[in-house]
């Protein structure tokens, strides 16, 4: 399951990042590591980006780059965007910030960042 | 240039002077701050051989001399912007006493991930707390002094745009300085794996003291593992550097294999997770506010329908307002510049002096500080929209669109500031922080039609399209787009190819703009602005008014009778004061053949011929190159109407008309070409000034090749149609 999979109002938390180079870096930079939770606030027009909150903080990313980004969805509102316009609905939770230090796995130990171990050693390229 | 050159001046043998580097992410307050620091002490420059803004801004309190130099607000210290290689590059080689990090309290855990970056350098931090109230409103607590202990760096909150705390933040400068740096050996733990592949890479590096001097072992460690080809690079300098590169290389694909994913990735993970130790410790959040502005605003100015239209909306308002106010103070500097230039006219004997000083000087800077009202309120309208954070909503409606095309969603305000004067829409696109971006972005502005080539438009669409005037110039208008877009989509896939730049843009709340701040930007751009146009247009218009002037054409007397009498021919019984007039104008049409512009016309006719023109229209777009309205009053001059024609002029659309060379066809050809062919010098000049002469070069051919190609493929189908 990737960002670009979600509808609008659906939560998750990220499992992680499978683009590599300028992207993966901007990305895991941004606050999209392993662990990280986040709210799909709403979605572009024609399947332009999609707002994204992490923490306290809302961001922009394209579908190409959210299509790299595996995460496991929280709230169990997960939908399939349909057609050009995607969803004219917003299901679930919309709108409602997400705490600061939300975590899944290791993450909040000290100096011991979270991290999916070993064998998906999955990795896209970001080419355009 | 060395620590020293940054360094303040201190005249008094008072406490040692102190070198501050102001860092941070975007949207974090930092020119605020640096505003309150330093008052009105700073100036502006660029940090060497790249486009970045610097500026520099100097204190004195307590006779203590305090330096600050602001570095551009970057998220990572990774090497992929230009903007953060110049950060890391400036703290590198000048090493300033201290860091001050401006950061957003309301987004804390993404300000420290460079905070901790920064602190790794092995420069002494400053944390300034910024935006404290907005957090407090949102029920973030935040612990300063727990976190200080936590990370090892002094915090500081601040309200920026009420001057609260800043004076903590110099005391907080004074105390670190002062103890030799802050609390040394504390920087983030990377977990035992990373740990155990730093370590040895750590000791090797330290091996050579001349370049752990320069290059602090562990960052450049972590910037090794991290697989950052700036400090592969840097390794060329060390004594031991091939078998450092070597383990760094092997320790990097073990933690690939190891994690599963990139060891860039994995490493700032890792420093998240630290950060989410330590704002577990130091922050909690009481309660979330239920009502957010932010949100409501943006479920409409957001909305997946809406938000085009109201970007479209907000545009065409911005041009509306900047039209309306600034037309009568551009007026006034107008009829100023029209005095100025009749004063002249009477004190000085006719003459070149005289002609030069009225038509070349006056005629040209007047055209450009004319200008200056209206570069005044679309800067400062501009300005409001980035400060209260629209700018980021506009990347959201139309990057969709633009992506398609290889272009940004951020090249959007360049590219329609564009429509008013390509000058300024040249230099907006320094907010784009891919070169590849930027460079593309630049190259297509020229073909999104300025405010200069509306007259031209215009005087062809009344000449010869009179039923449809204004439908001609919105199609003009329409190519231009689509040219530019295409143009776009061709670059992208053939010179500029390359890595598509990720659009992960932070969407900051609206604040509401501070009248520091927005004075801050329209006085820079203006100065900008006045300064690079300002210089290039009065030498461009010297220039044009040379070639138009010289070779200096005297009609002989039988020339003169000759004209008279053709003249009274056509026209018997006119009077003395009419004949006068006429000749005049015979005079200035044959001095103007005459001239060097008029040898250059004849000379590249041969060029143009594929087009339809002949060198009327070839000593046009050659003075057109000056600004582009003068396209108008060159014709004015060339088809004997006088020479103060305007596109409004009956006169002059008559005339060409008359001439049994113009079909409304070779007119849409002319249309076509002054709309693609190069800009006019200032804005080729500042194309120069941010891209460098070998894009200044292709920008002109390209341009040059793709005008005459259109100008010629309509003429020619055209004419084969039977439109001729």
Known sequence: MTIAMLGEGSEFVVERVCLCRETGRRLSDMGFTNGARGLIVRRGFFGGPIQVRLGDCDLMIRVSEAAGVDVIPVDGTVMQPRGPFGRFWRGGRGGHGLGQGGHGGRGGDHGRGAHGRGAHGRRRNDEA | MKRDDYAPASSSPGPRAITAALAGNPNAGKTTIFNALTGAHHKVGNYPGVTVEKREGSRVRNGRSYGFIDLPGIYSLTAYSLDEVVTRDFLLDHQPDVIVNVMDSTNLSRHLYLCLQFQELGIPVVGVLNMSDEAEAKGIRIDARALEDVLGIPMVKTVGPKNDGVEGILDAVDRVVDSGGGAPGKSVRYGDEIEDRLAPLEAALASDAAFAARFPSRWMAVKLLEKDGHAFEKLAGHADGTRIAALAGESSSWIDGHFGKD?????????????????????????????????????????????????????????????????????????????????????????????????????????????????????????????????????????????????????????????????????????????????????????????????????????????????????????????ALGSAWLLKRTVLRGEATPFVMELPPYRAPTASGLAWHVWEKTKHYVQKAGTVILASSVLIWAITTFPAYEPSAAELQAARAGFLADRPGATEEEISSRLETVVAERALGHSAAGTIGKFIEPAFRPLGFDWKLGVATVTGFAAKEVVVSTLGVLYSVGTEESEESEGLREALRGDPNWTPLLAFAMMVFTLVIPPCFAALATIRAELGWKWLGFAFAFMTTLGWVLGAAIFQIGSLAGLA
């Open chain 2, 263 to 483: 060891s860039e990735i994995v490493v700032s993970e890792q420093r998240y997770g630290y950060i989410r130790g330590a704002v577990k410790e130091a922050v909690k959040v009481e309660r979330k506010p239920d009502f957010s502005l932010t949100e409501a605003i943006d479920k409409v100015v957001m909305n997946r329908f809406l938000a085009l239209p109201i970007f479209i909306g907000v545009l065409w308002s911005v041009f509306q307002i900047t039209f309306a106010l600034g037309e009568h103070p551009m007026a006034w500097l107008e009829g100023m510049f029209g005095w100025l230039g009749g004063a002249v006219s009477a004190v000085l004997p006719e003459g070149l002096l005289r002609s030069l000083l009225v038509d070349g000087v006056i005629g040209g800077v007047g055209g450009v500080f004319s200008f200056v009202p209206l570069i005044v309120i679309l800067f400062f309208l501009l300005s409001v929209l980035e400060d209260v954070g629209y700018m980021s909503r506009a990347a959201f409606a139309t990057d969709k669109i633009l992506h398609t095309f290889g272009l940004h969603g951020q090249s959007v305000f360049p590219m329609m500031l564009g429509f008013g004067c390509s000058v300024p829409a040249i230099m907006a696109a320094r907010t784009l922080k891919s070169p590849r971006d930027r460079i593309v972005t630049i190259l297509v502005i020229p073909f999104m039609s300025c405010g200069a080539k509306l007259p031209v438009h215009v005087l062809f669409a009344a000449a010869f399209f009179p039923r449809n005037a204004a439908n001609m110039v919105m199609l003009v208008y329409a190519i231009g787009v689509v040219l």
